[in-house]
Protein backbone atom coordinates (compact mmCIF):
# COMPACT_ATOMS: atom_id res chain seq x y z
CA UNK A 1 0.00 0.00 0.00
CA UNK A 2 0.94 3.43 -0.60
CA UNK A 3 1.73 5.27 2.26
CA UNK A 4 -0.20 8.53 2.77
CA UNK A 5 0.48 11.58 4.14
CA UNK A 6 -2.06 12.82 6.98
CA UNK A 7 -5.35 14.98 4.82
CA UNK A 8 -5.67 17.79 7.47
CA UNK A 9 -1.96 18.42 6.98
CA UNK A 10 -2.31 18.74 3.33
CA UNK A 11 -5.23 20.50 3.08
CA UNK A 12 -3.28 23.15 5.50
CA UNK A 13 -0.55 22.76 2.94
CA UNK A 14 -3.19 23.88 0.29
CA UNK A 15 -4.60 26.34 1.90
CA UNK A 16 -1.25 28.08 2.33
CA UNK A 17 -0.66 27.74 -1.26
CA UNK A 18 -4.25 29.56 -2.11
CA UNK A 19 -3.39 32.82 0.80
CA UNK A 20 0.76 33.29 0.69
CA UNK A 21 1.52 36.69 -0.06
CA UNK A 22 -1.92 37.34 -0.35
CA UNK A 23 -2.47 40.41 1.95
CA UNK A 24 -5.95 41.22 1.77
CA UNK A 25 -7.46 41.40 4.98
CA UNK A 26 -9.25 38.67 7.24
CA UNK A 27 -11.04 38.53 9.94
CA UNK A 28 -9.17 38.92 13.34
CA UNK A 29 -8.90 35.74 14.71
CA UNK A 30 -9.47 34.73 18.74
CA UNK A 31 -6.05 32.99 19.26
CA UNK A 32 -3.04 32.45 16.82
CA UNK A 33 0.69 31.19 16.61
CA UNK A 34 3.47 32.40 14.54
CA UNK A 35 6.20 30.85 13.27
CA UNK A 36 9.12 32.02 11.02
CA UNK A 37 11.36 29.92 9.01
CA UNK A 38 14.53 31.31 8.22
CA UNK A 39 15.86 29.79 5.13
CA UNK A 40 18.86 29.95 2.30
CA UNK A 41 16.06 30.37 -0.18
CA UNK A 42 13.38 32.25 1.30
CA UNK A 43 11.88 33.54 4.55
CA UNK A 44 8.28 32.39 5.32
CA UNK A 45 6.28 33.70 8.32
CA UNK A 46 2.91 31.60 8.81
CA UNK A 47 0.45 32.49 11.00
CA UNK A 48 -1.81 29.82 12.14
CA UNK A 49 -5.03 29.43 14.47
CA UNK A 50 -4.80 27.63 17.75
CA UNK A 51 -6.10 24.51 15.84
CA UNK A 52 -2.91 25.07 13.30
CA UNK A 53 -5.43 26.28 10.13
CA UNK A 54 -3.15 28.48 8.13
CA UNK A 55 -4.73 32.29 8.49
CA UNK A 56 -1.80 34.14 6.94
CA UNK A 57 1.29 33.11 4.91
CA UNK A 58 4.14 35.62 3.82
CA UNK A 59 6.95 34.31 1.58
CA UNK A 60 9.77 36.77 0.74
CA UNK A 61 12.96 34.80 -1.78
CA UNK A 62 16.28 36.01 -0.11
CA UNK A 63 19.92 35.47 0.04
CA UNK A 64 20.26 36.44 3.36
CA UNK A 65 21.35 33.22 4.26
CA UNK A 66 24.31 30.68 3.12
CA UNK A 67 24.72 26.89 3.96
CA UNK A 68 22.43 27.21 6.79
CA UNK A 69 24.37 30.60 8.22
CA UNK A 70 22.82 33.88 8.53
CA UNK A 71 25.12 35.87 6.40
CA UNK A 72 23.08 39.10 5.54
CA UNK A 73 22.13 39.35 9.43
CA UNK A 74 20.01 43.00 8.62
CA UNK A 75 18.99 41.76 5.45
CA UNK A 76 17.00 38.77 7.64
CA UNK A 77 16.05 41.25 10.09
CA UNK A 78 14.06 43.58 7.89
CA UNK A 79 12.57 41.01 6.06
CA UNK A 80 11.21 39.27 8.86
CA UNK A 81 9.97 43.20 10.16
CA UNK A 82 8.11 43.51 6.46
CA UNK A 83 6.68 39.93 7.07
CA UNK A 84 5.26 40.68 10.28
CA UNK A 85 4.00 44.05 9.60
CA UNK A 86 2.42 42.36 6.24
CA UNK A 87 0.58 39.63 8.62
CA UNK A 88 -0.36 41.97 11.83
CA UNK A 89 -2.21 44.45 8.85
CA UNK A 90 -3.71 41.27 6.97
CA UNK A 91 -5.29 40.39 10.46
CA UNK A 92 -5.53 43.46 12.44
CA UNK A 93 -3.36 42.02 15.27
CA UNK A 94 -0.07 42.86 17.00
CA UNK A 95 2.67 40.36 16.62
CA UNK A 96 5.16 40.40 19.60
CA UNK A 97 6.38 36.71 19.63
CA UNK A 98 7.26 33.68 16.94
CA UNK A 99 8.28 30.04 17.30
CA UNK A 100 11.47 29.86 15.01
CA UNK A 101 14.46 27.11 14.11
CA UNK A 102 17.41 26.60 12.91
CA UNK A 103 19.31 24.26 10.91
CA UNK A 104 20.35 20.95 12.75
CA UNK A 105 23.86 21.03 14.72
CA UNK A 106 23.89 25.03 13.91
CA UNK A 107 24.08 27.33 16.50
CA UNK A 108 20.70 28.56 17.34
CA UNK A 109 21.40 31.47 18.54
CA UNK A 110 21.02 33.35 15.24
CA UNK A 111 18.05 32.57 14.51
CA UNK A 112 16.87 33.95 17.90
CA UNK A 113 18.91 36.99 17.54
CA UNK A 114 17.52 37.96 13.75
CA UNK A 115 13.94 37.13 15.41
CA UNK A 116 14.77 39.89 18.60
CA UNK A 117 16.30 42.10 16.41
CA UNK A 118 12.89 42.13 14.48
CA UNK A 119 11.27 43.11 17.95
CA UNK A 120 9.85 39.84 18.80
CA UNK A 121 10.31 37.32 21.78
CA UNK A 122 10.98 33.97 20.56
CA UNK A 123 8.79 31.90 22.35
CA UNK A 124 10.43 28.25 21.07
CA UNK A 125 12.98 27.25 18.80
CA UNK A 126 13.53 24.23 17.20
CA UNK A 127 15.65 22.50 14.10
CA UNK A 128 13.92 22.38 11.28
CA UNK A 129 13.43 18.55 10.33
CA UNK A 130 12.40 17.92 13.82
CA UNK A 131 9.60 20.62 13.96
CA UNK A 132 8.05 18.02 11.47
CA UNK A 133 8.48 15.07 13.02
CA UNK A 134 6.09 16.77 15.88
CA UNK A 135 3.29 18.36 13.30
CA UNK A 136 3.72 14.70 11.92
CA UNK A 137 3.59 13.01 15.31
CA UNK A 138 5.97 10.53 13.78
CA UNK A 139 6.65 7.02 15.83
CA UNK A 140 9.44 6.00 13.72
CA UNK A 141 10.83 7.28 10.70
CA UNK A 142 12.80 10.12 9.48
CA UNK A 143 12.47 13.48 7.83
CA UNK A 144 14.59 14.61 5.34
CA UNK A 145 14.49 18.47 4.52
CA UNK A 146 15.61 19.18 1.09
CA UNK A 147 15.67 23.36 1.02
CA UNK A 148 17.90 25.72 -0.97
CA UNK A 149 21.46 25.48 0.70
CA UNK A 150 21.10 22.61 2.97
CA UNK A 151 19.63 18.94 3.90
CA UNK A 152 18.41 18.39 7.33
CA UNK A 153 17.94 15.22 8.36
CA UNK A 154 16.30 14.09 12.23
CA UNK A 155 15.40 10.24 13.04
CA UNK A 156 13.08 9.48 15.16
CA UNK A 157 12.41 6.08 17.26
CA UNK A 158 9.65 5.42 19.79
CA UNK A 159 8.37 9.15 19.51
CA UNK A 160 11.74 10.30 20.04
CA UNK A 161 14.42 12.33 18.17
CA UNK A 162 17.25 10.31 18.57
CA UNK A 163 19.77 11.70 15.80
CA UNK A 164 19.68 14.70 13.83
CA UNK A 165 22.34 15.98 10.90
CA UNK A 166 22.69 18.97 8.32
CA UNK A 167 24.42 18.87 4.79
CA UNK A 168 25.15 21.28 2.87
CA UNK A 169 23.24 19.88 -0.37
CA UNK A 170 20.26 21.63 -1.84
CA UNK A 171 18.44 23.45 -4.42
CA UNK A 172 20.94 25.38 -5.27
CA UNK A 173 23.43 22.57 -6.02
CA UNK A 174 20.21 21.53 -8.76
CA UNK A 175 20.56 24.93 -10.12
CA UNK A 176 24.65 25.30 -10.45
CA UNK A 177 24.44 21.48 -12.17
CA UNK A 178 21.42 23.05 -14.50
CA UNK A 179 23.57 26.44 -15.31
CA UNK A 180 27.23 24.68 -15.59
CA UNK A 181 25.53 22.22 -18.31
CA UNK A 182 23.22 24.74 -20.22
CA UNK A 183 26.56 26.70 -19.75
CA UNK A 184 23.44 29.93 -18.06
CA UNK A 185 23.97 32.10 -15.42
CA UNK A 186 22.78 31.00 -11.79
CA UNK A 187 19.28 33.03 -12.22
CA UNK A 188 18.36 31.87 -15.66
CA UNK A 189 19.23 28.55 -14.50
CA UNK A 190 17.17 28.77 -11.45
CA UNK A 191 14.08 30.27 -13.76
CA UNK A 192 14.51 26.79 -15.86
CA UNK A 193 14.63 24.56 -13.03
CA UNK A 194 11.30 26.30 -11.85
CA UNK A 195 9.08 27.00 -15.17
CA UNK A 196 11.03 24.57 -17.94
CA UNK A 197 10.64 21.26 -19.50
CA UNK A 198 10.75 18.84 -16.38
CA UNK A 199 11.55 15.98 -18.46
CA UNK A 200 14.62 17.55 -20.13
CA UNK A 201 15.64 19.06 -16.81
CA UNK A 202 15.74 15.84 -14.98
CA UNK A 203 17.72 14.12 -17.21
CA UNK A 204 20.24 16.73 -16.45
CA UNK A 205 19.71 16.70 -12.48
CA UNK A 206 19.00 13.04 -11.65
CA UNK A 207 22.59 12.84 -10.83
CA UNK A 208 22.09 15.26 -7.84
CA UNK A 209 18.75 14.01 -6.22
CA UNK A 210 20.89 10.40 -6.68
CA UNK A 211 23.66 11.93 -4.54
CA UNK A 212 21.61 13.58 -2.00
CA UNK A 213 19.66 9.92 -2.08
CA UNK A 214 22.86 8.98 -0.81
CA UNK A 215 23.79 11.12 1.71
CA UNK A 216 20.53 10.65 3.30
CA UNK A 217 21.32 6.54 3.25
CA UNK A 218 24.51 7.08 5.39
CA UNK A 219 22.90 9.10 7.63
CA UNK A 220 20.02 6.46 8.39
CA UNK A 221 22.08 3.54 7.84
CA UNK A 222 21.75 1.05 10.80
CA UNK A 223 19.22 3.57 12.58
CA UNK A 224 16.10 1.06 11.50
CA UNK A 225 14.33 3.70 9.43
CA UNK A 226 11.86 2.05 7.10
CA UNK A 227 9.80 5.60 6.28
CA UNK A 228 11.10 8.70 5.88
CA UNK A 229 8.67 11.87 4.97
CA UNK A 230 10.58 14.42 2.47
CA UNK A 231 9.95 17.99 2.79
CA UNK A 232 11.12 21.39 1.58
CA UNK A 233 10.74 23.57 -2.04
CA UNK A 234 13.65 21.11 -3.41
CA UNK A 235 11.20 18.12 -2.81
CA UNK A 236 8.42 20.19 -5.47
CA UNK A 237 10.42 18.87 -8.60
CA UNK A 238 8.00 16.67 -10.66
CA UNK A 239 9.48 13.59 -10.16
CA UNK A 240 12.17 13.67 -6.92
CA UNK A 241 9.68 11.49 -5.11
CA UNK A 242 10.14 8.84 -8.12
CA UNK A 243 13.99 8.99 -7.57
CA UNK A 244 14.25 8.82 -4.32
CA UNK A 245 12.47 5.59 -4.25
CA UNK A 246 14.67 3.98 -6.85
CA UNK A 247 17.47 5.13 -4.87
CA UNK A 248 16.25 4.26 -1.22
CA UNK A 249 14.66 1.27 -2.27
CA UNK A 250 12.62 -0.87 0.59
CA UNK A 251 12.14 2.54 2.19
CA UNK A 252 8.44 3.65 2.10
CA UNK A 253 8.98 7.66 0.98
CA UNK A 254 6.08 9.85 1.70
CA UNK A 255 5.85 13.55 0.00
CA UNK A 256 3.27 16.29 0.92
CA UNK A 257 1.18 17.93 -1.08
CA UNK A 258 3.43 20.69 -1.43
CA UNK A 259 6.68 20.48 0.17
CA UNK A 260 7.71 24.16 0.27
CA UNK A 261 5.33 25.05 3.15
CA UNK A 262 5.66 21.86 5.17
CA UNK A 263 8.21 23.03 7.15
CA UNK A 264 7.34 26.57 7.82
CA UNK A 265 4.17 25.30 8.87
CA UNK A 266 5.35 22.97 11.46
CA UNK A 267 7.62 25.86 12.75
CA UNK A 268 4.21 27.48 13.17
CA UNK A 269 2.27 24.77 14.80
CA UNK A 270 5.36 23.81 16.93
CA UNK A 271 4.11 23.79 20.99
CA UNK A 272 6.87 24.38 23.27
CA UNK A 273 4.79 22.02 25.66
N1 LIG B 1 8.97 23.35 -8.26
C1 LIG B 1 10.24 23.33 -7.83
N2 LIG B 1 11.15 22.53 -8.42
C2 LIG B 1 12.42 22.48 -8.00
N3 LIG B 1 12.90 23.20 -6.98
C3 LIG B 1 12.04 24.03 -6.35
C4 LIG B 1 10.67 24.14 -6.73
N4 LIG B 1 10.08 25.06 -5.92
C5 LIG B 1 11.03 25.49 -5.09
N5 LIG B 1 12.21 24.89 -5.34
C6 LIG B 1 13.51 25.10 -4.69
O1 LIG B 1 13.34 24.97 -3.31
C7 LIG B 1 14.38 25.70 -2.65
C8 LIG B 1 13.75 26.49 -1.53
O2 LIG B 1 13.17 25.57 -0.64
P1 LIG B 1 12.99 25.91 0.90
O3 LIG B 1 12.14 27.12 1.04
O4 LIG B 1 12.56 24.67 1.56
O5 LIG B 1 14.49 26.27 1.28
P2 LIG B 1 15.01 27.10 2.52
O6 LIG B 1 14.25 26.68 3.72
O7 LIG B 1 15.03 28.53 2.18
O8 LIG B 1 16.51 26.58 2.60
P3 LIG B 1 17.26 25.75 3.74
O9 LIG B 1 16.26 24.83 4.34
O10 LIG B 1 18.34 25.06 2.99
O11 LIG B 1 17.77 26.76 4.68
C9 LIG B 1 15.03 26.60 -3.72
O12 LIG B 1 16.28 26.05 -4.06
C10 LIG B 1 14.07 26.49 -4.89
O13 LIG B 1 14.73 26.58 -6.13
MG1 LIG C 1 14.42 25.21 5.11
Redesign the pocket.
Known amino acids: MMPVFPDIINDHLKAIERIVNNDETAPVPKGFQVGI ?8 LIVTDTNGRPLAAFLEWAEV ?1 RD ?1 IVLDYWGAVEIVKRLVTKAEQKLNIKIESAVTSY ?1 PGTDSRTSKNVLIAAGLQVEAIID ?1 PSSVAHLLQIENGAVV ?8 ISVVQDKKIVYTADEAT ?3 H ?2 LTLAGNRKISYEHA ?1 EL ?2 NGPADEIRAVISPVFQKMSDIVQSHIKGRNVKKIYF ?4 C ?3 G ?1 DRIFKEELDGMEIILPYH ?2 YL ?1 PLAIASYNKG
Open positions: DLGTADIVVGPEDIGGGTTGGGRITEKLTGGTCFPAPLT
